[in-house]
């Protein structure tokens, strides 16, 4: 059904009872759900509707296509800021790089309305257009494609048709999932991405990615905002400032320290300031900031094969505290 190199795993599939019981549980989590005008369905959890901290881990989980178990603990290692996001993967790779990660680019634009989004989540996997798939050698044939936006609206309904015919599937076979990035939702499922953030920056530091076997990740809750910036700037703070992740490799010890080393933050040129001053002084472009920034604070990485580990980087709480207060 799926691909030899994962068997029968779909992350669609996986995911999907996560959305009927979300769905069912719509009323108590604060949630609207509707269909739209081509039949999809579309769950608001934190744009019109108020939403909250329960739902943003139930989407995390969704995000992940079902393969990663996300909770809500308190730690010390960030204090003040003591509640914490933790993230666990037995299929890291897949969970985060082919469900989580926000790799879509979904666009519309029609007079002087303008959409723009970057999508995440497991129907990603079902259109399996960006190279990424090519490489993971992924997938997903489910009957539905699930979606996360990050933002105040929906797809609208000729990018809908658009999507649907990425996926080969119809509309009223999508799912997607929105909540900006100042909502509670929003703010606790970007933050439940910092395993995510360190499989990507692996990725980008041409780790090979079959050689990771299973990680973990933890971060403080960014507590949200009604600004955009400074909600987008918490988020990213709580995992570059705050974020925590162990990752368990395969390979010689040589590489796993060498990871452990340039993975975390602070090998980054714009590693210091809170994230919206970084943003700020760049104008808004993403692409001036050193892609090298986006990754956890601190990495601990296990060889396998010797049960050697080693570490990188640390928490840091000044920017961190700049950032939330």
């Known amino acids: 059904m799926i691909s030899a190199k994962y068997g029968a795993i779909s992350l669609n599939a996986l995911a999907a009872p996560l959305v009927d019981d979300l769905i069912a549980r719509a ?173 990507h920056k692996a990725h980008e530091l041409k780790f090979p990615l079959d050689r990771i076997v299973d990680g973990m990740g933890a971060a403080p809750f960014a507590p949200p905002s009604p600004d955009f910036v400074t909600a987008m700037g918490r988020t990213n703070d709580a995992i570059i400032y705050g974020g925590r992740v162990h990752l368990f490799v395969t390979g010689p010890d040589a590489d796993a320290e060498n990871l452990a080393k340039t993975l975390p933050s602070s090998a980054s040129k714009d590693f210091c300031k809170p994230f919206a001053e970084v943003f700020k002084s760049v104008d808004g472009d993403f692409y001036k900031i050193d892609p090298m920034l986006f990754s956890p604070a601190a990495v601990t990485v296990t060889a396998l094969d010797s049960g050697r580990s080693f570490f990188g980087g640390a928490i840091a709480m000044d920017p961190l505290n700049a950032s939330f207060k």
């Not at 509707?49 to 393969?67: K, N, T, V």
């Not at 993230?87 to 879509?104: D, T």
């Not at 490489?135 to 979606?147: C, N, P, S, T, V």
């Not at 100042?182 to 499922?189: E, H, I, T």
Request: charged fraction near 15%; aromatic fraction near 6%.
């Open 27 to 199: 009323t108590l989590l604060r949630l609207n759900v509707k269909k739209g005008m081509r039949g999809q369905t579309l769950i608001d959890a934190g744009a019109c509707a108020r939403g909250g901290i329960e739902a943003g881990l139930r989407i995390a989980q969704i995000c992940m296509g079902g393969l990663g178990r996300v909770s809500l603990s308190t730690s010390a290692a960030a204090s003040p800021w003591e509640w914490t996001v933790e993230v666990q993967s037995s299929h890291p790779v897949l969970a985060c790089l082919g469900g989580q990660y926000a790799g879509w680019a979904m666009s519309h634009s029609e007079g002087d309305e303008n959409y723009y989004v970057l999508g995440s989540g497991p129907g990603r996997a079902v259109a399996a257009k960006e190279p990424l798939f090519a490489e993971l050698g992924y997938r997903d044939q489910a009957g539905r494609a699930i979606f996360v936006v990050e933002s105040n609206n929906p797809p609208p309904p000729p990018l809908v048709d658009q999507i649907a015919d990425e996926c080969r599937l119809a509309p009223k076979d999508l799912t997607f999932i929105y909540a900006p990035t100042q909502s509670l939702a929003g703010s606790f499922q970007v933050v439940a991405r910092v395993l995510e953030v360190a499989l």
